[in-house]
């Protein structure tokens, strides 16, 4: 009995040791020490939000983006910034809709301006608005690539105020102008590969600080408060004139995973260092409130709330636009 008693108390203590040990290990994997590893093999659950996956046909990320030490802005916005996510699309109908959306037309008294990540016709690009909606105001970088059906793509745009002559091929297509040794202009990277860029007519994205809790100060993902399809065969002056036909506010409707918005320009280099992982607190790929003000890792895999990891303070909710509710995680 004894013999027993002993080894049956030896086997409690080395399974306490055992579960310990996974818990430290769980801890140490939840909070982010080290940069995981992203398995972004499924749609949603705690690998991505499905904005298709959901019974109320608009549901989509919002996020208030004022903060108190700038005023009611976002942020710096007026310089160079970097957003980037993975998306993929999952129908073999054709993909438009915004991925990410920080974005003012110029309504409600506002000087106007912002960024957009978004997809048109299947193909990545980037948006910026330096100032009120002008003839000039609004810049797009085509990528020229065409997301696959089932596939996962890194998409990143980026507002840079270096000379990139050295460094990539000249812009092309559409709006997009001669602008690679122009400062500030906009690149678009596909994979962690430059694609293309367009010119800004030296100008970084605009940013107003107008008072209130409106659609014009909230970081959206998934949509595009102002709607719509990219024209690059026309001259435009607002993303809503920009676009071939007026779609109700650009669903995207695919999966996007990893969002991150940077207030500084991230070179390719460092684009395909940290792409692959997510951010934890140490090393390279590291969050760092410095320079990363939102940061949304879609793992929540349940609720409506999705944390701001960045630690800005931007957590967003789910919500079916269409209605003014919130919503649970799609798929769940």
């Not at 027993?4 to 982010?32: E, P, V």
């Not at 983006?65 to 699309?89: C, I, N, Y």
Request: aromatic share 8%; hydrophobic share 35%.
């Amino acid at each position: 009995m004894k013999l027993i008693g002993h080894i049956k108390n030896k086997s409690t203590l080395l399974f306490l040791i055992a579960i310990a040990a996974l818990c430290i290990g769980f801890i140490l994997t939840a909070c982010g020490t080290e940069p995981q590893t992203k398995v972004a093999l499924v749609n949603d659950g705690v690998y991505g939000i499905d904005f298709n996956a959901s019974s109320f046909t608009k549901t989509v990320l919002y996020a208030a983006s004022k903060m108190p030490d700038q005023g009611g802005k976002m942020f710096d916005q007026t310089g160079e910034l970097t957003v980037e996510a993975w998306v993929k699309r999952i129908t073999s109908g054709t993909l438009k809709g915004g991925i990410l959306s920080r974005y003012s037309s110029g309504n409600n008294d506002s000087t106007g301006g912002g960024v957009l990540l978004l997809v048109d016709n299947n193909q990545p690009k980037f948006m910026v608005q330096t100032t009120f909606y002008t003839s000039t105001s609004l810049s797009s970088a085509v990528s020229g690539a065409t997301l696959n059906v089932d596939e996962w793509t890194h998409i990143a745009g980026v507002v840079v105020n270096e000379d990139h002559s050295a460094v990539h091929a000249e812009c092309t297509g559409g709006l997009a102008n001669i602008g690679r040794a122009e400062t500030p202009h906009i690149d678009i990277y596909i994979n962690g590969v430059f694609a293309n860029c367009a010119s800004t007519n030296s100008l970084f994205a605009g940013n107003d600080g107008v008072s209130g809790d409106t659609s014009e100060h909230r970081i959206w993902v998934g949509m595009i408060t102002d709607g719509v399809t990219f024209n690059t065969a026309t001259p435009c002056y607002s993303p809503v004139l920009c676009f071939d036909s007026i779609l109700t506010n650009a669903k995207f409707e695919g999966v996007i995973d990893e969002v991150r918005f940077w207030t500084v320009a991230r070179s390719q280099a460092d684009i395909q260092e940290c792409m692959n992982q997510e951010l934890g607190l140490t090393g390279a790929c590291k969050v760092d409130n410095t320079k990363l003000k939102a940061y949304y890792r879609m793992d929540e895999g349940s609720g409506h709330s999705v944390a701001d990891v960045s630690g800005s303070g931007l957590s967003g909710s789910l919500m079916d636009y269409g209605n003014n509710l919130e919503t649970d995680w799609p798929g769940a």
